[in-house]
C-alpha cells in the first residue's frame, strides 16, 4: 500500500498531536466536560422565569432579626454612612402602618399595626422609575426584573421622585470607604449615583436564590416565577390572602406580603 505525502502529514500530525497534548486535554478535544483538580469548567445553570417576584410572610420573621438585611447588604457592598441622612439600603424594616397605611382603621389590632416587615423594591410589572429615567440607565428585563446601570446613572433622581415605594437610595458620598468588607464579585458605586435591589439577578445568573431567602432561616421569603402555576410561590398567593403595596397606582408591584 502507498502512501502520498498528505497522508503521511496528517498521520505526522495527529501522532504529535497525542504525545504532545496531556490526557485531561484530549476529552475536551472530543466534546466532553473535563474536571481539573479544584476547578469547574461546567458552567452552572442559570435560574430562570418568565416573571420573578417574591412572597414575604411577615408572621414568619423573628423579632429583631437582620439576617437577610446583613446578607444583601454584604454580597452587594452596600455602604454603612452610619448617618440616617446619607443612608444607603436595599432591603429594610417598616412596620405595618407604614407599608400599608391605607389599611390601618379604627379596629385594627395593634400588634398587627406594630409588625415590622422586610421592604425592597417591588419590581414592578409598570415600573414609573422606568419612564422617568432619562439615560435609560433603570430598564426591566423580559422576566420583570428591573435593572440598573449604574455608568449611565446621572444621579438626577427622577427614579426616586417617581418610586412611590421608597425604594432608591442615592449615594450622596463616596461609599467605598463605608463598606465593611467589599465583595470583589459585585461592583461597587461612586458618589452621585442611586442604586436598589436587584433581585440578586447575579446570583440568578449562576443558579443561586437571592441572598435574602437564602439567609432567612425562618422561611419568610418565598422567591419564584409567579406566571408558573405550579411554583411555590404561586401556590402561596393563591392560597393566602396577600397584599401587594399601593396597588390603586397601577404599578403592579411584585412583592406578596402573606396576612
Keep these: 500500500m502507498t502512501t502520498n505525502r498528505r497522508d503521511f502529514l496528517k498521520i505526522a500530525g495527529v501522532s504529535a498531536l497525542t504525545l504532545m497534548t496531556p490526557p485531561l486535554i484530549l476529552p475536551a ?23 420573578w417576584a417574591m412572597a414575604v410572610d411577615p408572621s414568619k420573621c423573628s423579632e429583631g ?5 446583613t446578607a444583601c447588604h454584604a454580597v452587594h457592598n452596600v455602604p454603612d454612612f452610619r448617618n440616617p441622612k446619607d443612608e444607603v439600603k436595599w432591603i429594610w424594616p417598616e412596620p405595618f402602618a407604614a407599608v400599608f397605611p391605607e389599611s390601618k382603621h379604627a379596629y385594627s389590632g395593634q400588634a398587627l399595626q406594630k409588625m415590622r416587615m422586610p421592604v425592597m423594591c417591588n419590581h414592578c410589572a409598570n415600573p414609573p422609575c422606568v419612564r422617568v429615567c432619562p439615560t435609560g440607565a433603570t430598564f426591566q428585563r423580559p422576566d420583570g426584573i428591573v435593572m440598573m446601570d449604574y455608568h449611565r446613572c446621572i444621579g438626577c433622581r427622577l427614579c426616586m421622585a417617581a418610586c412611590p415605594y421608597g425604594a432608591r437610595s442615592m449615594n450622596y458620598r463616596d461609599p467605598r470607604p463605608f463598606i465593611a468588607k467589599i465583595n470583589p464579585n459585585f461592583p461597587t458605586r461612586t458618589k452621585g449615583v442611586v442604586e436598589k435591589c436587584n433581585f440578586c439577578e447575579e446570583r440568578l445568573a449562576k443558579g443561586q436564590l437571592p441572598a435574602c431567602v437564602e439567609a432567612c432561616k425562618q422561611k419568610a421569603l418565598v422567591f419564584g416565577d409567579v406566571d408558573d402555576p405550579r411554583s411555590e410561590i404561586r401556590l402561596l398567593i393563591e392560597k393566602h390572602f396577600n397584599l401587594p403595596r399601593r396597588t390603586h397606582l397601577g404599578t403592579a408591584p411584585q412583592l406578596y406580603y402573606l396576612l
Design 29 to 51: 478535544l472530543a466534546g466532553e466536560n473535563v474536571r481539573l483538580p479544584g476547578q469547574d469548567f461546567t458552567p452552572a445553570k442559570s435560574l430562570t422565569a418568565k416573571r
Design 65 to 69: 432579626c437582620m439576617d437577610c438585611i
